[in-house]
């Protein structure tokens, strides 16, 4: 899919591409071509894998970003996708908040899973999670991930009940059944922590 043109949601309900709430998935590749999607807004309180693309599986998305909006979810849900797999992110951002009724909630990913690359993409919007984990970038990331996140950023503000915040909301690095296998970060800022847990965790 190619965007060809800016596009302005203002006055209207986005329901999310690939599903949310459900097991469909975005498989495919997203070229945003340098446009913006403005004033998302988008209403699946308590829902899960709800985002501008609820759930991808295998999919690129690049050069997208969403300039303004508002998306009320619930676990695993985020800005840009929510629960994903083996994603390929580049050269997108997104500025919509993020209110969530659940946990594992991001700027740009809520739940990501698999072999996964973010490149040159940014959050600059808070992110609000009545129950655990907040990420700037990704919520959550689930066990055996591999993720490599490179010349990202997040400004915002993060909050959720357990204090589970940072530029990856948390990851497990005590329960052996839920191990990531590898997170690297390059060159990437955040005015969070890394990740919400201790460094030495890490």
Same mark, same amino acid.
């Given at each position: 899919?190619?965007?060809?043109?800016?596009?302005?949601?203002?006055?209207?309900?986005?329901?999310?591409?690939?599903?949310?709430?459900?097991?469909?998935?975005?498989?495919? $590749?997203?070229?945003?071509?340098?446009?913006?999607?403005?004033?998302?807004?988008?209403?699946?309180?308590?829902?899960?894998? $709800?985002?501008?693309?609820?759930?991808?599986?295998?999919?690129?998305?690049?050069?997208?970003?969403?300039?303004? =909006?508002?998306?009320?979810?619930?676990?695993?849900?985020?800005?840009?996708?929510?629960?994903?797999?083996?994603?390929?992110?580049?050269?997108?951002?997104?500025?919509?908040?993020?209110?969530?009724?659940? =946990?594992? #909630?991001?700027?740009?990913?809520?739940?990501?899973?698999?072999?996964?690359?973010?490149?040159?993409?940014?959050?600059?919007?808070?992110?609000?999670?009545?129950?655990?984990?907040?990420?700037?970038?990704?919520?959550?990331?689930?066990? +055996?991930?591999?993720?490599?996140?490179?010349? #990202?950023?997040?400004?915002?503000?993060?909050?959720?009940?357990?204090?589970? #915040?940072?530029?990856?909301?948390?990851?497990?690095?005590?329960?052996?059944?839920?191990?990531?296998?590898?997170?690297?970060?390059?060159? #990437?800022?955040?005015?969070? +922590?890394?990740?919400?847990?201790?460094?030495?965790?890490?």
């Amino acid at each position: 899919v190619r965007l060809l043109n800016d596009i302005d949601l203002k006055g209207r309900t986005f329901t999310p591409i690939g599903g949310s709430g459900t097991s469909n998935s975005f498989r495919g $590749t997203f070229d945003g071509n340098g446009h913006v999607v403005k004033n998302l807004f988008i209403n699946q309180s308590g829902v899960g894998s $709800t985002a501008f693309f609820g759930r991808t599986s295998g999919a690129t998305i690049k050069n997208f970003g969403i300039e303004s =909006g508002t998306i009320y979810c619930g676990d695993k849900s985020g800005g840009l996708t929510g629960l994903s797999s083996s994603i390929t992110i580049e050269k997108c951002f997104n500025k919509a908040k993020v209110i969530s009724s659940a =946990g594992q #909630c991001g700027g740009l990913v809520g739940q990501i899973g698999g072999t996964n690359t973010i490149t040159d993409s940014y959050n600059y919007a808070d992110i609000t999670s009545t129950a655990g984990i907040a990420g700037g970038i990704v919520g959550y990331a689930a066990s +055996a991930t591999t993720m490599t996140l490179t010349n #990202c950023y997040h400004m915002g503000e993060l909050s959720d009940s357990l204090g589970r #915040c940072g530029l990856i909301g948390f990851y497990n690095t005590t329960a052996e059944n839920l191990l990531v296998t590898k997170v690297t970060v390059n060159n #990437c800022y955040a005015t969070t +922590a890394i990740k919400s847990s201790a460094v030495t965790d890490n």
